[in-house]
């Protein structure tokens, strides 16, 4: 009988043993892996849109001081499309390049009427923006998904200069030329990473183009001018 109740005894402590070592077995709460940081590297393209002004300066400019603001400087809309490469380095930089161009519709076009109540002569001057674009470089610092950036490379625009003279009664003159000027370009901007391929941004941008000469007609000396721009615009990108 005292056997018996000694194997009892026993096994009862071993099982009260596997027990507590059984608790010691109890399983951890697996820890979430944490989701990899935003990368900026690659290859990407897309489209913007924006608002654009530019500041003409020509001789014919002194004319406002007699007829008043008959020439404006050129100001609008534009759109285009833009594709560019990212590399993004272990601390953080973001180092690449872009190339942009751009459809405009910058008009700086103005218009006087002169009349004495029976005749009427309507005298037009100003100049046109109808493209432009850009090649940059970009540097930026990469927090996650927003990449504040600055930027700067070479410009050029379209550019078109017109004059003109309509008396009623006679014919009109009308001479105009179109130069595409070159420059450079300096800005800064914002972009943010909506999903991993889709990002967004928007972009400021100064161009000093320089200066060219509009040889508006074989009886009208050259006119010189210098041109300068400032664009801001909104762009999506997708990146491969």
Known sequence: MNRHILGLTVAATFGMAGLAQAADLTVAPVEPIAAPAYSW???YAGVHA????????SPLNDMNVL???LNRDPDGIFGGAQVGYNYQFDNNLVA???IDASIADLDGVGEM????GVNR????QGSKIDAFGTVRGRLGYAADRFLPYVTGGLAWARTSYEFGIEPSGLPGIHVSDKQTFT???????LEYAITNNVTAKVEYLYADL???DFQLDEFIPSIPADVTMQTVKFGLNYKF
């Open 41 to 43: 590297t690659g290859i």
């Open 50 to 57: 924006g608002y654009g002004w530019g500041d003409f300066n």
């Open 67 to 69: 007829f008043g603001n």
């Open 96 to 98: 690449g390049f872009e």
């Open 113 to 116: 009427v002169f009349t004495d």
């Open 121 to 124: 002569a309507t005298l037009s």
């Open 183 to 189: 420059g450079w370009t300096l800005g800064a901007g």
């Open 210 to 212: 320089g200066s060219k």
